[in-house]
Each structure stands twice: as C-alpha cells, then as structure tokens.
C-alpha cells in the first residue's frame, strides 16, 4: 500500500450545541461512572460520554473482573468503602460476587463483568445523568485555561457539550490532548493484555494434576508457544466451567496512536487462539475452546498528565501521608516489564519478587532493608489529578501524574474508583464556590467525600 503523506482541508462547520451541563465527564469506567454519580449526588447536572456500548472500561469491555483489597495490608484497617463498596454490595446482591479473606491484600473481589456493566446503568439513570454511549470525544473547545465545551462524535455525527467543568477519566488523557496539555509517557509503558474466555480447563486439570498454563503456553522448547510473559487467571462467579485468562502481551502499544492500537487488537487476538492451540496440541482428548474475547485490548497504560503533583514510588512504597490524600490502598507495586517477560512486584513491607518468566519461579529479595514498623497502606493526593495548565479540568484513572513505579500500585481499579469519586466531588465544590480547581480546599474536600461515604485516613 502507498503511504498517504497529503493532506485535505476539512471545511469549517457549524455543529449544534446538544446538551448545556455542569459536568462533563468523559470515559464511562466505573472512574469516569463514579465521578458522574458522586457530582449528581452534590447537585450538578452531568453528561457522561463513553466510545463503547457500555460502561465499565476495563472492568466489563477488556473483562477485567477482580478488585483489590478495601483493608490495610494487616487486615486490620478498612481503607476504602464510598462508592467501590456500594457497587459491591449491588453485585453481591445480584450473586455476582465472590470474596477472598480481607487479609489477601492482592485479590479480594471478583465479579461478572456484565452484571456490572447492567449494575453501571442502573447507577447511572438512577442519578439522571444524561449517557452518551457509543460516542467518542473528538476535539474540545478551550478558551485559555478553561475547557468550555467538547466535540463529541456518534451515529449522529458531529456534536457539542457546552460545559462548565470535565473530568477526563479516559485513561488515555483524551480531553488534554484535545486541549494542547502537556502530556508525559513512560520510557517504558507497560505492556496491554487480551483476556480471552476459554472452556475446558477443568478437565484438562482433572485429568493431568500437574497441568501448568504457564509451561504450556511459553515452553521455550516449542516454536509455536508465545514469547515469555506472564499468565494468571480468574473464575467469574456464577459462570461454572469457564476460565478468564490473562496470558497475552502486545508490547510497544502506543494507545494513542490509532494504527498502532489497531495492530495490537489483532496481534492480541492472535496470541490469545495461539493459547487455546498450545494447550489443545497438549491435550487433544479434551475438547478446550475459547469462548468470549473482550471488545477492547486490555490497556495498563499510555500516557499521563502533567498535574501540580508527581506520585512517586517512594511516596507510594513509604505510605507518605498527604493533606490532600483522596484515595487509600495496600495493592503492591506491580510492573509488567515493556519488551520482556516476568513481572516485578514490590511490596510496602520491604519485599520484591521478580519472576522473569511464567515458567521460572519467582526470585524474592528485598527493595528495602528490614524496619521497625512497615505502612501498611498509602495514598494518593489530589493534586496529582490537577492539571497544572487548565482550570477547570480535572483526570482521573489510570492518567493521573505518576512516576512508573508509583503507577504500578496505583493503576488498578479500587484505586481508580477513588479518583474519579474524588475528581467528581471536587468539580462539584470548585463549581459551588466559583473556584479553579487547583483551588479547591483539600479539608472541605476530604471532608465531603468522608460525609458521603469515602473512607479520609
Ligand atoms: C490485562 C489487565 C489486567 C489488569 N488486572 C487488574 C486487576 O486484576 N485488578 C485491578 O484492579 N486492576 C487491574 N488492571 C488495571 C486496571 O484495570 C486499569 O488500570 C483501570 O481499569 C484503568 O481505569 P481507567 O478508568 O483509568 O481506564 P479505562 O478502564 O481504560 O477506562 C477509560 C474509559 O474511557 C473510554 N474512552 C477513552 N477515550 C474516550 C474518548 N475519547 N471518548 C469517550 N470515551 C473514551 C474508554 O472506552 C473506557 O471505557 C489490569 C489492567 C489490564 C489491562
């Protein structure tokens, strides 16, 4: 094919202004869900604006179905209640949950990734929160350091939002782009994973106790077995018989990039039948099938804002306490490593494990000398969702400013959950008192967010 290097002139047009709101809040993950809800519960208007079918991100799109612990690392703490624990009990409700031991600081819900994208519906229209589904944010329109309205783009072309505030709980940083913001990538950006359902797997255990996934899929003697990686997998309650498992890796994503993104859907979707092949050419007296693939590449990172605060490792591993915390967890440093195998995991009591590949054991040793007294949970600031150069503008999710180490325990969801309660509640009071914000008082914050639910440590 030709590389098309011209380009065309767009000519200018008019676009209708179809909605006039406080809010806008741009990514529907339970992020950019529980932003929309914990404003329309402090009285805003919101319009919730998510590119696929439904809401839930990560959690229900790329079937990522397991949330970390809402105890400290003793078990002795509870460090995260607010909205994450109120879409819990919804689904426990529903018999969509199940639960490990509050001392399992690594795993402690899983769930059926429909069950929440229903529950996300309900919670949404429940709080009149306009959704628009299908509907992607193209462009913004920003006028100095206030964003003021956002170009959205669906089945009925091309539209507009007229807002006073955004949260931008895209994972991508989409509204800051849009905006001209400064942006930062990772040097290495962390690998993205297909999940991929597979059938089966309990007969391959039943009749070959020492079936290993992990040997099967990266077993460096056999050609067709994928390069060295890390795989884990989950059972989704209620659905007896099905494995999720997470054993891809598509390296040098740039999910910014759209020919880039398109190339790691397919090159994931690839590795994901090279799974079910390697472990059917294995045992091919059981019938192994795969049996769902999600609607989006599983995504652990791809660019950060710029924000009046970088969270860093050494904050996170330290349990530092802010003036400003507005989320609490205990999840370990987890680093899957862009361009090789293994992972990386470092933990609050000292202790690292690296593994360099699904077929090794892990190798423990220490990131810090033995202390007296560990943390045993840490925080993340408000600042670090503040965007230094727009006023009005808030990130949440998986975008917010951290140093790699740092967002290796803060990327997952009951954290990201916490932001976007938090990015919500602050747009709500910055609105409230006619402030930036950057301005917003982190007492009152904390405060409010305590009042409604949110544990503030
Ligand atoms: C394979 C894998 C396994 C993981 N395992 C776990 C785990 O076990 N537990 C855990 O807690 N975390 C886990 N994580 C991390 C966690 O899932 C993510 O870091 C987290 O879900 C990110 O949330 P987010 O809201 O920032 O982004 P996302 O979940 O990516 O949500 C962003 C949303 O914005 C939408 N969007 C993007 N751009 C636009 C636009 N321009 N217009 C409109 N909508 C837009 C997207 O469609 C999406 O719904 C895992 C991640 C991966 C990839």
Redesign the pocket.
């Known amino acids: 094919m030709i590389a098309v290097m011209s380009t065309i002139r767009e000519p200018a047009r008019d676009i209708p202004v179809i909605a006039d709101c406080d809010l806008v809040v ?7 869900v529980f932003a929309a809800v914990a404003a329309a519960r402090l009285g805003l208007s919101v319009c919730l ?4 079918n439904q ?8 079937m ?5 612990a809402l105890w400290d690392t003793a078990g002795k703490i509870e460090i995260t209640a607010g909205l994450t624990r109120e879409v819990l009990e919804r689904l426990r409700r529903r018999g969509a949950l199940y639960e490990t031991e509050r001392t399992n600081p690594h ?1 402690q819900f899983g769930f059926v990734p429909a069950e929440l994208a229903c529950e996300l519906d309900v919670l949404v229209l429940e709080h009149r929160i306009r959704p ?1 589904l299908h ?4 462009a913004v329109v920003r006028d100095g350091r206030t964003v003021s309205a956002v170009v ?1 783009e669906d089945k009925s072309g091309r539209r507009a939002i007229r807002t006073r505030a955004v949260v931008d ?4 940083a ?2 800051l782009r ?1 905006a001209g913001h400064a942006l930062h990538r990772h040097a290495k950006v ?1 690998p ?4 991929v359902m597979v059938s089966g797997l309990d007969e391959v255990r039943r009749a070959d106790p020492g079936f290993n996934l992990g040997k099967t899929i990266f077993d460096p003697a056999n050609p067709q077995a994928l390069r060295r990686g890390f795989v ?1 997998g ?1 059972r989704v309650p209620g659905v007896p018989g099905q494995d999720l498992i ?1 054993g891809t890796r598509v390296h040098d994503l740039d999910a910014c990039d759209a020919d880039s993104l398109t190339r790691a859907e397919i090159e994931g979707r690839n590795q994901a039948r090279r799974i079910i092949d390697l472990v059917r050419a294995k045992h091919p007296e059981h019938p192994v099938a795969m049996t769902a693939l999600p609607a ?6 791809s660019c950060h804002a710029h924000c009046l605060h970088q969270l860093t490792e050494a904050e996170v591993l330290d349990g530092v306490r802010f003036p400003d915390a507005i989320a609490n967890s205990c ?1 370990r440093v987890d680093i899957h490593p862009q361009g090789g195998g293994g992972i990386i995991f470092r933990y609050l009591d000292g202790r690292e494990m690296r593994q360099d590949a699904a077929d090794q054991a892990g190798v423990w040793g220490r990131w810090r000398a033995e202390q007296a007294v560990d943390p045993t949970y840490y925080q993340v600031p408000y600042r670090s969702l503040v965007p230094r150069d727009l006023d009005n503008v808030l990130v ?5 400013d951290a140093d790699p180490g740092a967002f290796g325990a803060v ?6 959950n916490q ?2 309660e938090a990015a919500g509640t602050a747009a709500a009071l910055a609105l409230r008192g006619g402030s930036t914000m950057a301005a917003v008082d982190p007492q009152l914050l904390r405060r409010t967010l305590a009042e409604r639910g949110a544990i503030m440590l």
Not at 135 to 138: C, K
Not at 296 to 301: A, D, K, M, V
Not at 396 to 400: P, S, T
């Open positions: 741009v990514g529907g993950s339970c992020t950019g604006v998510e590119q696929f809401f839930g991100g990560t959690a229900t799109a790329s990522v179905c397991v949330w970390h795993l628009f509907t992607r944010v193209a959205i709980a895209s994972g991508d989409d509204v849009h962390q993205a994973t297909t999940a884990w989950s997470f989006r590449i599983g995504l652990r990172e999840y949440a999710g998986r975008c917010l990327r997952v969801m009951v954290v990201c932001m976007g």
